[in-house]
């Protein structure tokens, strides 16, 4: 009988940490994905597409300006900073549209915008995205701008906080 008790305890012991485990797992942070797209190459620079998610200004408003208007250059540096490995930030413009992005390709929700900035091909660049202001949640990716256009894909960034 004691036998068949030690048994039942370890068997319960046992359930009881996967289900520990299971919910640490779940509740880990799998990272952020981020729409981008590289084209327009001219032997030395090539450009940068980042879809602006929909819902992005909308979560995190852009600041206003003197005239009541969205300050989008501020909101642009606040969220999206790509800087390469000297520490010099990449300006970004906000436009309605990619020239390099099909919006076809974008699927599971339609962009608010793109942001389009002009990289150095084979230069090492380092881009955070902060979805939040003021929160911890910060996404990390590492990347060497290439050479030639690539077609529009995902980027899983890693957490960073």
Partial sequence: ???KALVWVM?????????????????EDPGYLVGTAFGRADGTTIEI??????AAPMIDAPPLNADYK???????ADHYDVQD????AVSFRRNINSTVIK???VKGGLPDSYLI???????????????ILGEPEKY????VAPSANESFSRKRFDTDY
């Fill in 1 to 3: 009988m004691a036998v």
């Fill in 11 to 27: 068997i319960l012991g046992s359930l009881g940490l996967s289900v520990l485990y299971m919910i640490q797992v779940m509740n």
């Fill in 49 to 54: 597409h980042i879809v602006v998610p929909l």
């Fill in 70 to 76: 969205p300050d989008w250059p501020t909101w642009i």
């Fill in 85 to 88: 490995a000297s520490g010099n």
């Fill in 103 to 105: 919006e076809s390709d």
């Fill in 117 to 131: 900035g002009k990289l150095q091909q084979g230069t090492s660049y380092t881009f955070k995205y902060i979805p």
């Fill in 140 to 143: 990390l990716y590492e990347f």
